[in-house]
């Protein structure tokens, strides 16, 4: 080969191809997808605790695409039905992820409905699941001698609190757990419109 | 997009791609001839084995000589920040492994939580290292291989100094918890803004270096690398556009972003290292230059649309998944095509594995690229991404593609380059040994225990009748021997960087003939201290 141009050109085409395949087609195709029926936008909570659920990475170990049951036994572990785009529709950016180290939450908000449960778990995961791998983040609660005005000490199991202490949890750690508690894609699935079930 | 619409794109692209060919063929664009990969030889060279030693042997080349000496402190700078970003990756690397098996550690230190030093290790590695070391080796194979000298090599320190700063803030955003929350592209689209400006900085001088080219073939090395710094551009640009992308559409984005980086950025620029290297340093010609195109041409077009192999089983477009995989499988094709040339290159000269440094590090990356690749097409087939997807599986192979072929191909160029560059040797032999076996080796046990360890997990997760902890308790031994493995490949690093500052700030034994790992019967020629 001895032209920089033909090279340049052949290889900027290979990429616009992939491009088209990857990026375009999918935009036109998922753009006039509606969200799912039952689907809620998020409060102003919600979105500051899907913000807590970035900062600290949570997606690099739970997924939020549980796959249909043909493929993997995800409704079986209680995980819900197979997601589709109309799930995401308020979803920005995409928290789909790519690991299931820890179980799928695209239904944990129905799978465990409870605050008290979150809170605590995310204080100290082994005191809720023994051998759990997750990281405690006592980074988003304040360990206190007494709560003040307006604020509630979690309920932990019994030793699991630095003792003469009550742990309270900071504006994050409720922020995170409205957002957990919201995660609910169990509306049904409509069948898309004029027979497009065949795509 | 029904059937007819796919039909009727699939023959309007076939009768494109035959005109394009037809139009190439007759323009004499796939110009076979041997000629053009002795481009790397001067006149009589051809034959003689080159490996570096500050004291030329053999053939002297002016044009080799001015091209080196103008590029050399732009190249100096861009190795020393690899290395730097090699050490803040391995530490936060080891740091996050040894967490996932020790999750109460340190664990009141938010920036250290597992989430974020792992993507800190992510960062490191994806736009410190590899990118910079990349770039480096770029910056010295191009003036050497148009025969000319770097233009604007300026502008390329200025780049390198705009995309430093950008990385520096996007890592203190990542640990600050501040995040664009996709995978691949965290660091805030407002940093991302130093990297475009300092990115296009440093694509300058090599632009006009290759307008500025006194030979008339272009290297096999040189359209990996052209186009590597034409391409990772216009992935950058479309990935971080903020306000754009939505939803599913930002999955399939995410992806054709995360694994073209990997297939068009950092594969390109490890190939065209291994594809000067190689043949340098045995001192023959690659052996076939058709297969050098054929393979050249497969990955351009395959590799770009594997990504959607990520979201397997995903609430995308099936059509879309099915098109990934096909072309993952697709992607053996340049992958053997690099091998067989590979290895037909280098028959009859093994022994010179056992001797060269530079060799050795670049051969192990370019076998460890057919065997990651190999796996990669594999494990994108659905039967098997039913079991590795979501697992520790992936992480393995991700290290295998990105480590033991790319980082291990960057490290042979940097021991060719350095003596180059800083007209020294490098001082120990004994420090590159080690590097060479705890890196080797270490990338061998973190590779091999995290494959089984993520099998396990995903036919644990696999069977509905066990419980969810089952396939976190099988990892956890697995866990622990791959922070075993990473404290291995982050000791080798160390004795990289120790050796690199020996070299630079003269210290240790000046050598006046390569440092080769065996120097035969012949008494050792260094000069002691």
Same mark, same amino acid.
């Given at each position: 080969m001895n032209n920089e141009s033909a090279l340049l050109a052949g290889g900027m085409t290979m990429l616009a191809i992939a491009?088209?395949?990857?990026?375009?087609?999918?935009?036109?195709?998922?753009?006039?997808?509606?969200?799912?029926?039952?689907?809620?936008?998020?409060?102003?909570?919600?979105?500051?605790?899907?913000?807590?659920?970035?900062?600290? %990475?949570? =997606?690099?170990?739970?997924?939020?695409?549980?796959? !249909?049951?043909?493929? *993997? +036994? #995800? $409704?079986?572990?209680?995980?819900?039905?197979?997601?589709?785009?109309?799930?995401?529709?308020?979803?920005?950016?995409?928290?789909?992820?790519?690991?299931?180290?820890?179980?799928?939450?695209?239904?944990?908000?129905?799978?465990?409905?409870?605050?008290?449960w979150h809170l605590g778990h995310l204080y100290q995961p082994?005191?809720?699941?023994? %051998?759990? =791998?997750?990281?405690?983040?006592?980074?988003?609660? !304040?360990?206190?001698? *007494? +709560? #003040? $005005?307006?604020?509630?000490?979690?309920?932990?199991?019994?030793?699991?609190?630095?003792?003469?202490?009550?742990?309270?949890?900071?504006?994050?750690?409720?922020?995170?757990?409205?957002?957990?508690?919201?995660?609910?894609?169990?509306?049904?699935?409509?069948?898309?419109i004029d027979g497009a079930a065949a795509r | 997009m029904n059937t007819v619409a796919i039909l009727i794109s699939a023959f309007l692209l076939s009768v494109f791609a035959l005109g394009a060919f037809i139009w190439?063929?007759?323009?004499?664009?796939?110009?076979?001839?041997?000629?053009?990969?002795?481009?790397?030889?001067?006149?009589?060279?051809?034959?003689?084995?080159?490996?570096?030693?500050?004291?030329?042997?053999?053939?002297?080349?002016?044009?080799?000589?001015?091209?080196?000496?103008?590029?050399?402190?732009v190249v100096f700078l861009f190795i020393c920040c690899a290395m730097v970003w090699l050490l803040v990756a391995s530490v936060a690397g080891l740091t996050a492994s040894i967490k996932l098996h020790e999750p109460d550690l340190l664990a009141s230190v938010p920036w250290l939580s597992f989430g974020r030093i792992r993507t800190i290790h992510l960062n490191a590695v994806a736009y410190g290292w590899a990118p910079m070391a990349g770039l480096g080796i770029a910056i010295f194979l191009?003036?050497?291989?148009?025969?000319?000298?770097?233009?604007?090599?300026?502008?390329?320190?200025?780049?390198?100094?705009?995309?430093?700063?950008?990385?520096?803030?996007?890592i203190g955003s990542i640990a600050a918890g501040i995040s664009d929350g996709l995978e691949w592209l965290e660091i805030p689209w407002q940093v991302d803004i130093l990297f475009v400006i300092g990115g296009a900085f440093v694509g300058f001088p090599l632009v006009l270096t290759l307008v500025n080219r006194k030979v008339d073939h272009l290297y096999v090395s040189v359209w990996y690398m052209g186009?590597?710094?034409?391409?990772?551009?216009?992935?950058?640009?479309?990935?971080?556009?903020?306000?754009?992308?939505?939803?599913?559409?930002?999955?399939?984005?995410?992806?054709?972003?995360?694994?073209?980086?990997?297939?068009?950025?950092?594969?390109?620029?490890?190939?065209?290292?291994?594809?000067?290297?190689?043949?340098?340093?045995?001192?023959?010609?690659?052996?076939?230059?058709?297969?050098?195109?054929?393979?050249?041409?497969?990955?351009?077009?395959?590799?770009?649309?594997?990504?959607?192999?990520?979201?397997?089983?995903?609430?995308?477009?099936?059509?879309?998944?099915?098109?990934?995989?096909?072309?993952?499988?697709?992607?053996?094709?340049?992958?053997?095509?690099?091998?067989?040339?590979?290895?037909?290159?280098?028959?009859?000269?093994?022994?010179?594995?056992?001797?060269?440094?530079?060799?050795?590090?670049?051969?192990?990356?370019?076998?460890?690229?057919?065997?990651?690749?190999?796996?990669?097409s594999f494990e994108a087939l659905r039967a098997v991404n039913r079991v590795t997807h979501f697992t520790h599986y992936t992480v393995a192979h991700a290290h295998l593609g990105l480590y033991a072929f790319v980082s291990f191909a960057f490290f042979g160029a940097i021991y060719f380059i350095v003596p180059r560059i800083s007209g020294r040797e490098w001082p120990y032999r004994w420090m590159i040994y080690c590097h060479f076996w705890l890196a080797a080796g270490g990338?061998?046990?973190?590779?091999?225990?995290?494959?089984?360890?993520?099998?396990l997990q995903g036919m644990a997760m696999l069977d509905a009748a066990r419980p969810f902890m089952d396939s976190v308790q099988v990892t956890i031994p697995y866990l622990k021997a791959r922070s075993v493995g990473g404290t291995m490949m982050l000791a080798g690093h160390l004795f990289l960087v120790a050796n690199f500052v020996c070299a630079i700030f003269g210290l240790g034994p000046n050598r006046d003939r390569p440092a080769l790992f065996h120097q035969g019967s012949k008494p050792e020629q260094g000069v002691g201290t």
């Open positions: 491009t088209s395949a990857l990026v375009v087609i999918p935009y036109l195709q998922l753009h006039d997808v509606k969200p799912t029926p039952g689907l809620k936008p998020y409060t102003t909570a919600e979105l500051r605790g899907r913000g807590v659920y970035i900062a600290n %990475g949570c =997606i690099y170990c739970h997924s939020q695409q549980p796959r !249909d049951s043909s493929f *993997a +036994p #995800d $409704a079986k572990r209680g995980w819900g039905r197979a997601a589709v785009a109309g799930d995401y529709y308020y979803d920005s950016p995409h928290l789909l992820g790519t690991m299931r180290t820890g179980p799928d939450l695209m239904n944990i908000g129905v799978r465990q409905p409870s605050a008290d082994r005191a809720y699941v023994s %051998g759990s =791998i997750m990281p405690s983040y006592p980074y988003l609660f !304040d360990a206190k001698d *007494a +709560p #003040d $005005a307006g604020e509630k000490a979690i309920t932990l199991p019994p030793g699991y609190a630095p003792v003469g202490k009550v742990i309270v949890p900071t504006a994050a750690a409720l922020d995170l757990v409205a957002y957990l508690q919201s995660l609910n894609r169990t509306g049904p699935v409509l069948p898309p | 190439s063929m007759r323009k004499g664009l796939f110009d076979t001839s041997p000629a053009a990969a002795r481009v790397i030889f001067a006149d009589e060279e051809a034959g003689h084995p080159e490996d570096p030693a500050s004291a030329r042997h053999g053939i002297v080349d002016r044009s080799r000589e001015e091209a080196d000496r103008s590029s050399a402190p191009l003036p050497r291989l148009l025969k000319t000298e770097l233009m604007g090599g300026r502008w390329a320190v200025l780049g390198a100094a705009l995309w430093n700063a950008g990385l520096i803030a996007g186009c590597a710094l034409f391409w990772f551009p216009v992935l950058f640009l479309v990935a971080n556009i903020p306000g754009l992308h939505f939803g599913v559409e930002q999955a399939t984005m995410n992806w054709w972003f995360g694994h073209n980086v990997l297939g068009l950025f950092y594969t390109p620029l490890a190939l065209a290292s291994i594809y000067y290297f190689l043949p340098k340093i045995i001192g023959q010609p690659v052996r076939s230059y058709g297969l050098s195109l054929l393979g050249f041409w497969a990955l351009a077009f395959f590799y770009g649309q594997v990504g959607g192999h990520h979201l397997v089983g995903g609430p995308v477009p099936g059509w879309l998944i099915t098109l990934s995989i096909v072309q993952s499988m697709m992607m053996l094709i340049p992958v053997i095509a690099f091998s067989i040339n590979q290895h037909q290159t280098l028959r009859g000269h093994f022994r010179q594995l056992i001797e060269s440094p530079t060799l050795r590090f670049v051969t192990f990356g370019g076998m460890m690229y057919t065997l990651s690749s190999i796996q990669g990338i061998g046990v973190y590779f091999l225990s995290l494959t089984i360890g993520g099998w």
